[in-house]
């Protein structure tokens, strides 16, 4: 059997009133992204003739967030009457059309590849007119309930104008359908907003399928957890911590050690090698990859790093787009902003920032150092509290420390600048201009020793005082 060509619709238009937010709800993050960016990858998935979102509520928000991404077109619902209107805002856009309309929902994105292929798979298959993705759940309480008749579907109700013994029904109505394109848009216009909610319901689209004899099929999930609909900011929470667990488990099973799962916060999209050990508080976000055998401990937070193999990161460090390389140390308290590379047995102590900075091979910044734009090589030492001064105002400029230098404590290199191999940097300097291979800069004040001075200042001081009581003893005028 060919498959029939797929348009993919998601929903994304209502205002998400239970979020209270200024932002729309499908912009909200659960880890991996803001939930409209995981449905769309899923809908990704199937490879889709074409995908539509239907925007409304803070319609512009959403289409600059989506901005330059290729293949997705907008039907855009104003004012907002239900579910059921809002697909029907796709029909100048999808009406003619032919194939299988896959229907999301912009507020459940822990829904899987997997479960949308099985989706289209039945519905195909059976060559449905519709066909409803349930889930069967413990507290079905705010879904839209299965009423079946003689095991099959005959229609949704919803929580609000559900019965008593209807809202009784553990198979809840997941928001996630396929339809035939050939009827769709003709029953969409028969829907009425006669309900709780004076909305246009598109779960009424079943009852008026089964009215005009049409098939309608439905496929359970295996786990109802992948089709749960956030509406609060309570559910975002729930949501999220679902899918940290998940993270975590499966890298708990690859070899990694977390040494408290439910205080390691980890994105979908990072990987980590084998007897890497995560201790509590760390947060590990975006696209990063850290290597096997590293020690990560508490407290610290990596967005989007490549970490090599043994690096050991100690607590209360931050890092950005940076990239780490084996048998590296940073921190405690280091903040690594983009574009910096620690390269190979290379150390950062405490306090320590780097920015489009390249610490070479073995070389070392332990202590309180600002290290901007600078290039440095192997086996560099850069003393406490050394400064590279990149920035007059209007520009940026570039710092050069070639392999073997030692720059003392409390330098500032006043960039641009140059100090060559091997050279040294006296401490306290400020080093405006470059300092040959093997050479001395030195660019400070010159020391001068004042012998006897301390007791001279007290003799000085006591004499003063008498003076000052004799003073106090004469009579007032
Ligand atoms: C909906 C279903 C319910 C199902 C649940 C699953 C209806 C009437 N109810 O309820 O049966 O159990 O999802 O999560 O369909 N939207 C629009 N335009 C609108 C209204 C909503 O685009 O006018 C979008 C929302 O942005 C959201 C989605 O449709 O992405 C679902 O809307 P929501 O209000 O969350 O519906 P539920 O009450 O959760
Ligand atoms: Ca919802």
């Not at 029907?88 to 822990?110: C, F, H």
């Not at 099973?253 to 205080?263: M, R």
């Not at 920032?353 to 600078?374: D, F, R, V």
Request: proline share 4%; charged share 20%.
């Amino acid at each position: 059997m060919s498959s029939p060509s797929i348009h993919v619709v998601i929903l994304a238009a209502g205002q998400g009133t239970r979020m209270k937010s200024h932002l729309p709800k499908v912009l909200h993050a659960v880890p991996g992204g803001p939930m409209l960016d995981c449905v769309i990858r899923t809908a990704e998935s199937l490879s889709p003739e074409s995908l539509t979102i239907v925007v409304g509520h803070a319609a512009d928000a959403i289409q600059s967030h989506l901005n330059g991404h290729n293949g997705v077109q907008f039907a855009l619902q104003q004012p907002q009457l239900g579910t059921g209107h809002a697909l029907l805002q796709t029909a100048p856009l999808l009406a003619g059309k032919t194939g299988t309309l896959i229907l999301l929902s912009g507020d459940v994105p822990l829904l899987t590849g997997t479960t949308l292929n099985s989706l289209v798979a039945a519905h195909c298959g059976a060559r449905a007119a519709a066909t409803v993705v349930t889930a069967t759940v413990d507290r079905p309480f705010g879904y839209g309930r299965i009423v079946r008749v003689e095991g099959e579907v005959a229609r949704i109700v919803e929580e609000r104008d559900a019965s008593p013994a209807e809202r009784q029904i553990k198979e809840i109505n997941s928001g996630i359908y396929a339809f035939d394109m050939t009827h769709l848009f003709d029953a969409l216009g028969g829907i009425a907003s006669q309900n709780a909610q004076g909305e246009y319901y598109l779960t009424d689209l079943i009852a008026i399928y089964r009215r005009r004899k049409l098939m309608v099929k439905s496929v359970l999930v295996d786990d109802p957890q992948e089709v749960r609909g956030i509406n609060s900011r309570t559910e975002l929470a729930e949501v999220s911590r679902l899918v940290r667990q998940k993270k975590n488990e499966e890298l708990m099973a690859s070899g990694v050690t977390l040494v408290d799962p439910a205080a390691t916060y980890i994105d979908p999209g990072v990987e980590i090698g084998a007897d890497t050990v995560i201790h509590p508080g760390v947060i590990i976000e975006g696209r990063t990859h850290v290597g096997a055998a590293c020690e990560i401990h508490a407290h610290v937070t990596i967005t989007d790093c490549e970490i090599g193999d043994n690096v050991t990161i100690k607590s209360f460090s931050l890092m950005t787009s940076s990239r780490i390389e084996t048998g590296a140390s940073v921190g405690p308290f280091a903040h690594l902003r983009p574009e910096t590379v620690v390269c190979e047995g290379a150390k950062i102590g405490n306090f320590v920032e780097l920015k489009k900075t390249t610490l070479g091979p073995h070389s070392k910044a332990n202590h309180l150092s600002y290290l901007g734009n600078a290039t440095i090589g192997t086996k560099v030492n850069v003393g406490a509290g050394t400064i590279t001064c990149n920035y007059d105002g209007e520009h940026k400029y570039d710092t050069v420390i070639e392999d073997g230098a030692f720059i003392g404590s409390d330098s500032q290199l006043i960039a641009p600048v140059r100090v060559g191999k091997g050279a040294y940097v006296a401490a306290g300097s400020s080093i405006t201009q470059d300092v040959p291979p093997g050479a001395l800069g030195i660019a400070r004040g010159r020391q001068s020793v004042v012998d006897g001075w301390v007791e001279r200042r007290k003799q000085a001081s006591s004499d003063k005082d008498a003076t000052s009581r004799k003073d106090a003893g004469k009579p007032a005028h």
